[in-house]
């Protein structure tokens, strides 16, 4: 059947205009106001047209083919190479890699597809295969996100479009960047002089990459989405993900309480830690003793504070969905997608996902104004109520401990104490430039001595000293308020809606401090697309569509 083009034609007012003379004699009574409408005229496409259509689908397909034969060489190739060195193991890692690696850069929007549905399914992908304590493996989702960014970047730079996202994040971002490399250079550097059993220039390198790594994620989203279409998909597969984990979570959860996985085994403080020996159906390291009272659970990702923040950042993203997707089949798994989440938030033993969780929710209801608009605001809290009732109802020993274990910890060491013990600590080993980056991030000590600093903006300060965090606020703020700007530019209520849902994300991460989701999956990467989204949201809101949803 071929494709229709479609032609706007003059609106209705301006044609009662044109026949005001031959209504003249109706009365007032029969009158009726003309208002602007649209009629659409869908004229076929001229025989020229559909042979120019035809060979453009027919080169397409030749392009595919011709590079999947030329990815498919390469990466036996490589495959073969792997296997020669590695085993079984390095030959379909190595064709596995190169494959990506090439399809990534050939075909960027889809790889940032693949990059955030591997993104929450990465952790147990790779203890599933056996390669938990392999760095390569834990990086394997880079291999969709770096070709993106590259082939990104130089699509931009041939059509002159800008590459870092708001404009007005650029001076800060760069002074960032560029005070970065002066701390690798002269701390790290210096330090690299200094010893002979560390390498503190590649942990330096390391650390940038932790620090601001994912930033090229904003362009990423932005130019990722050209229609609402785009927008709402992304939003679904993101939901969908939150159900599919959350279930894997739970049935973690229900193979443990069974017996089908033993638990946490052993004597002393082993009763007391997450350990990859316990690790059961999906997920990595993970500690259940319920006869201590401590269950720490990881999902599907590689630690239990791992999931725990995942459980936070869907709590924005589902209610997105819950109730400002345009469809009504969508805002019903939305809602199964926050009952999912806030059940697992309370099966999996994370304390702050237990409070964060419904707090989140409850602000996000104010945030969106879904509380003024209750034909759609009652039902859906309808269901979610019962669906937590029922929940609370069927565990109601597991919530008590979760309260009890909340409160303790809360008694014993205040969250606010806490973070400024860390800032006390930190302040007093710290100079002018910090210690250097990457000393405080733990995916660097491989390459030498880090050190543990649980809360975000102390170990920033750690690693840069005064001026690092400065200029981090200064990034942070400008991003939030360029966000908010943005979404509240916005005039159609479903995508006003979710902008504000996804800003109330961003606002919460950028001056959280409480441990350090920033530095790690999946904050780390929710953080800076969902950025790049709400930024695209004002252009979204002008597109004038003509197809149902």
Avoid: H
Avoid at 76 to 102: C, E, R, S, Y
Avoid at 310 to 325: E, G, W
């Amino acid at each position: 059947m071929p494709k229709k083009s479609l032609k706007k034609l003059l609106n209705k007012n301006s044609k009662s205009k044109n026949s005001k003379k031959g209504q003249s004699n109706k009365s007032k009574k029969n009158r009726t106001i003309a208002t602007p409408i649209e009629i659409i005229e869908i004229v076929p496409l001229t025989l020229k047209e559909q042979q120019l259509e035809k060979r453009k689908a027919n080169k397409a397909k030749q392009e595919l083919s011709q590079f999947m034969t030329m990815a498919g060489v390469i990466s036996i190739v490589t495959g073969a190479i792997g296997a020669i060195l590695g085993g079984v193991k390095g030959g379909v890692g190595g064709f596995a890699a190169t494959l990506i690696l090439l399809s990534s850069f050939k075909y960027p929007e889809k790889a940032l597809y693949g990059f955030l549905i591997y993104l929450p399914l990465g952790g147990s992908i790779t203890y599933a295969i056996g390669g938990g304590d392999n760095p390569v493996l834990q990086l394997a989702k880079d291999a969709f996100y770096v070709p993106a960014v590259i082939s990104l970047y130089q699509t931009c730079k041939a059509k002159n479009l800008p590459f870092v996202l708001p404009v007005n994040l650029k001076t800060p971002l760069m002074l960032l960047l560029g005070y970065c490399l002066l701390v690798l250079f002269f701390v790290n550097g210096l330090q690299q002089f200094a010893t002979k059993t560390e390498k503190p220039f590649l942990m330096g390198i390391l650390g940038l990459k932790v620090f601001l790594g994912y930033v090229p994620l904003i362009p990423c989203a932005y130019y990722l989405l050209k229609t609402k279409r785009d927008f709402y998909f992304l939003m679904r597969v993101i939901t969908s993900l939150v159900v599919i984990c959350c279930s894997l979570g739970f049935l973690q959860y229900m193979f443990l309480k069974t017996g089908r996985c033993e638990g946490t085994v052993g004597t002393g403080s082993a009763l007391f830690k997450a350990s990859i020996e316990s690790r059961c159906l999906v997920g990595g390291s993970l500690l259940y003793s319920p006869e201590q009272g401590v269950i720490r659970l990881p999902g599907t990702f590689v630690a239990p504070w791992q999931w725990g923040w995942y459980l936070i950042a869907s709590a924005f993203t589902s209610f997105a969905t819950a109730f400002c997707d345009r469809k009504w089949i969508w805002r019903i798994i939305g809602m199964v997608a926050m009952a999912l989440n806030f059940l697992m938030a309370v099966l999996s033993g994370q304390r702050i996902a237990l409070i964060i969780v419904p707090i989140a929710s409850i602000m996000l209801l104010f945030v969106t104004g879904q509380v003024a608009n209750l034909k759609r605001f009652l039902p859906i809290v309808i269901v979610l109520g019962f669906a937590i009732v029922g929940a609370m109802a069927a565990f109601p020993d597991i919530v008590k401990e979760r309260i009890d274990s909340f409160s303790s910890r809360w008694e014993a060491s205040p969250p606010t104490d806490f973070i400024a013990g860390q800032f006390e600590f930190v302040g007093d080993a710290v100079g002018i430039l910090g210690r250097g980056l990457g000393r405080a991030t733990n995916s660097a000590r491989a390459f030498g001595e880090t050190k543990l600093i649980e809360t975000y903006y102390p170990k920033v300060l750690y690693e840069l000293g005064p001026i690092g965090v400065l200029l981090l606020l200064a990034v942070v703020t400008t991003l939030t308020i360029a966000t908010f700007k943005a979404y509240r530019k916005v005039k159609d209520n479903n995508l006003r809606g979710s902008g504000a849902a996804l800003w109330g994300f961003v606002l919460f991460i950028s001056y959280n401090t409480y441990y350090y989701p920033l530095d790690v999956d999946p904050v780390a990467v929710y953080y800076w697309f969902m950025a790049g989204v709400i930024l695209k949201l004002p252009e979204l809101d002008k597109e004038m569509e003509v197809d149902p949803p």
